[in-house]
C-alpha cells in the first residue's frame, strides 16, 4: 500500500521565515501530487497540484516540487505570514493522504 | 459558486441508530470518495465512485455503506453506528482524470455515543 508520510508532524516559526514542508511517498510511480491547506475545524483547501510529469508547481508565495526518484515532495512558503497557520497536508493522486504538519508562525 | 455541500454539519446520535451524512456536488464532477479523519492518522478513504453506479471501497469501508444514483449526489450510510465511527467525514469530487484537483465539502463532525 502506498505510504504518504509528513515530517515534521507540527512546526513554529517566527514571522518572515521561510517555511519548508515536507512529503514523502513510497511508491514513484505517482499519477500527480497535491499539496492542501485545513483550517482547524474546516474542509480542505487545494494550494497546489503537481503532476507526475511536472517537476514543480508555484502560486504565489506557495512553490512545491517533486523528485519521484526519491519520493518527495517539498512545499516551499516564502517570508511567512501569521495567516499562513494551518495544517498542510499532501496527497497522493486522490487516494493517500499524509497526516499532515501543524504550522504556527509567530507575529 | 463550484462547491461540494455536505450535511449535516454536527451530528450527535446513540450506537446502532441508522444515519445518513449527505454530499452534493455542482462541478459534474464524475469522481466523488469519502474520508474520515482522525487525529494521527490524518485521512482516510472510506468509498469512491467513479461514476454513477460505480462504488469502490477504500482503505477503511467496514460498517459503511454508499450509492450513486446520480452524478451529484454520493451518500455516505452508516446502518448501525459504533462508537468507533466517532470522526470527521469530508466528502470529495475531482473530474475522473488522474490530472485534476479534488475539491472537498466542510466536513461532517460525527459522535457516536
Known amino acids: 500500500k502506498q505510504e504518504v508520510t509528513q515530517i515534521p508532524a507540527a512546526l513554529s516559526v517566527p514571522e518572515g521565515e521561510n517555511l519548508v514542508l515536507n512529503c514523502s511517498f513510497t511508491?514513484?510511480?505517482?499519477?500527480?501530487l497535491q499539496w492542501f491547506r485545513q483550517d482547524p475545524g474546516k474542509g480542505l483547501t487545494s494550494l497546489l497540484l503537481?503532476?507526475?510529469?511536472?517537476r514543480e508547481q508555484t502560486s504565489g508565495r506557495l512553490n512545491a516540487s517533486l523528485d519521484k526518484s526519491s519520493g518527495r515532495s517539498t512545499l516551499y512558503i516564502a517570508a511567512s505570514q501569521p495567516g499562513d497557520s494551518a495544517t498542510y497536508l499532501c496527497?497522493?493522486?486522490?487516494?493517500?493522504f499524509g497526516a499532515g504538519t501543524t504550522v504556527t508562525v509567530r507575529a | 459558486e463550484a462547491q461540494v455541500t455536505q450535511n449535516p454539519r454536527y451530528l450527535i446520535t446513540v450506537t446502532g441508530k441508522k444515519l445518513t451524512v449527505t454530499c452534493s456536488q455542482n462541478?459534474?464532477?464524475?469522481?466523488m470518495s469519502w474520508y474520515r479523519q482522525d487525529p494521527g492518522l490524518g485521512l482516510r478513504q472510506i468509498y469512491y465512485?467513479?461514476?454513477?453506479?460505480?462504488?469502490d471501497k477504500g482503505d477503511v469501508p467496514e460498517g459503511y455503506k454508499v450509492s450513486r444514483k446520480e452524478k451529484r449526489n454520493f451518500p455516505l450510510i452508516l446502518e448501525s453506528p459504533s462508537p468507533n465511527q466517532t470522526s470527521l467525514y469530508f466528502c470529495?469530487?475531482?473530474?475522473?482524470?488522474?490530472?485534476?484537483?479534488?475539491?472537498f465539502g466542510p466536513g461532517t463532525r460525527l459522535t457516536v455515543l
Open positions: 462541478m459534474n464532477h464524475e469522481y
Open positions: 470529495a469530487s475531482a473530474t475522473r482524470g488522474r490530472t485534476d484537483t479534488q475539491y
Open positions: 503537481i503532476q507526475s510529469s511536472q
Open positions: 496527497a497522493r493522486y486522490k487516494l493517500s
Open positions: 511508491d514513484s510511480a505517482i499519477y500527480n
Open positions: 465512485s467513479m461514476n454513477v453506479e460505480v462504488t
